[in-house]
């Protein structure tokens, strides 16, 4: 498969994105049925992303999580650039290519390319005694807003670092090629591939038996549709797989952090315990928030039941599986870990003051399903969503007691 054409920072539309539905009219729901949804006619790729910009609700200020968990596994990484193999034996060579798969918008993965090129550049200097030319491609479905990303490179970066790589961003979906064959020597996935290429067809068809009625996502729901979601996500995993197999040079690192669960835990078990299923924005206060819009008469059943999460936690076994089954990869180090949503500190500060909470979980959850959301409701009725989901979490002051944590993978890899 042909990669895309790069795009660099300078070369990015700086027009706004065209709305990809109408507003509803006063008949709203004359206006669902004849409206086009991404689980229907549009194609998911063309509205998944993180919400771009920088105000409250956007990823770039609703990324902590993210954050912790690339703290937590940085060692791995840092410890895979010692190790790696240096490709380079003169800085007339070829330049070092490191990609970023999945790079949304926030500071996340500006200091995560930062960090590997810094590493890279000093193992040149200290044992071959030059520094080599790096370039840094930051990948992310078209949907993605490379404006702000590029923006923040302009201000974030310093004009030291920015000597040290030409950066470019690359629109397409991780799950195909993106590059040539054998050129990069540093790919990182941070906290996207729990990220389904599309909802299963079968999830969102009435007559089928995985149908998912009246829930958003699939903790706890039924086998059927849990068992369509692993097949996706099976399928995609092997994909990503056998497209970063064609790309990453002999003895470049992989290196992939997702969403995950221990290989105890079933598919159906996708959060762990009670305390975190109950306060993940995907789950029970997601669900009233759509049930609240239907009770209001704002929305119908067929409009709820259309609406699908497209995310899948895989356990340890789902991705050595994956691994084994390409092949091309030797395992370095893979991790289960456990990370708590927040600090006991901040746990206290929002049991003083519910209202904050609730707005907090509100801007997460409009972080990473604004785009998809509105896409299938549109501007207002999104709106109206978040504010339901706000006003849920603000009311449900027992989840404020209740310790909330989430599952990583962490795969360290060196292509064979």
């Not at 370039?135 to 949907?143: I, R």
Request: charged share 25%; net charge negative; with cysteine.
């Amino acid at each position: 498969m042909e990669s895309l054409p790069l795009i660099s920072a300078t070369m990015v539309s700086s027009a706004p994105a065209k709305d990809v539905t109408p507003e509803p009219n006063s008949n709203t729901i004359e206006w669902h049925s004849r409206r086009c949804t991404w689980g229907g006619p549009m194609s998911l790729h063309r509205v998944l992303c993180m919400q771009g910009g920088d105000d409250d609700g956007s990823y770039a200020k609703n990324s902590d999580a993210t954050a912790s968990a690339i703290t937590l596994s940085k060692p791995l990484l840092l410890n895979a650039i010692r190790s790696m193999k240096l490709f380079l034996t003169s800085k007339h060579d070829d330049s070092l290519r490191v990609a970023d798969l999945g790079c949304a918008t926030g500071y996340n993965t500006l200091a995560t390319v930062n960090m590997v090129v810094e590493g890279l550049r000093k193992r040149y200097a200290e044992e071959l005694g030059f520094e080599p030319e790096f370039e840094a491609f930051f990948s992310d479905l078209p949907s993605n807003d490379f404006n702000y990303l590029f923006r923040m490179l302009s201000g974030v970066v310093s004009a030291d670092c920015r000597q040290r790589y030409f950066a470019a961003g690359v629109p397409g979906s991780f799950y195909h090629r993106l590059f040539p064959r054998a050129k990069l020597h540093v790919a990182v996935s941070l906290s996207a591939l729990h990220w389904l290429s599309q909802i299963p067809e079968e999830v969102t068809d009435k007559s089928s038996p995985a149908w998912n009625k009246g829930r958003a996502w699939i903790d706890g729901a039924k086998e059927e549709v849990v068992e369509a979601y692993a097949r996706r996500s099976e399928e995609d995993l092997d994909n990503f797989l056998r497209c970063r197999k064609e790309e990453i040079v002999e003895g470049g690192v992989l290196f992939m952090l997702m969403g995950g669960r221990p290989s105890s835990q079933q598919p159906c078990d996708q959060l762990g315990d009670p305390d975190s299923r109950d306060k993940h924005p995907f789950t029970t206060s997601m669900d009233r928030a759509w049930q609240d819009l239907l009770d209001e008469g704002l929305i119908d059943e067929e409009t709820r039941d259309g609406f699908n999460i497209p995310a899948y936690m895989r356990s340890m076994e789902e991705v050595e599986r994956a691994m084994a089954k390409c092949g091309g990869f030797e395992i370095q180090r893979m991790e289960y870990r456990r990370i708590r949503e927040h600090s006991e500190e901040k746990q206290e500060e929002w049991a003083r003051d519910p209202a904050s909470y609730g707005l907090s979980k509100a801007n997460l959850v409009r972080a990473t399903l604004g785009p998809i959301v509105e896409a299938h409701l549109g501007r207002s009725l999104s709106h109206e969503l978040f504010d339901r989901f706000r006003r849920r979490v603000s009311a449900e002051l027992g989840l404020l007691a209740k310790t909330r944590f989430y599952g990583v993978i962490v795969v360290c890899a060196i292509r064979k």
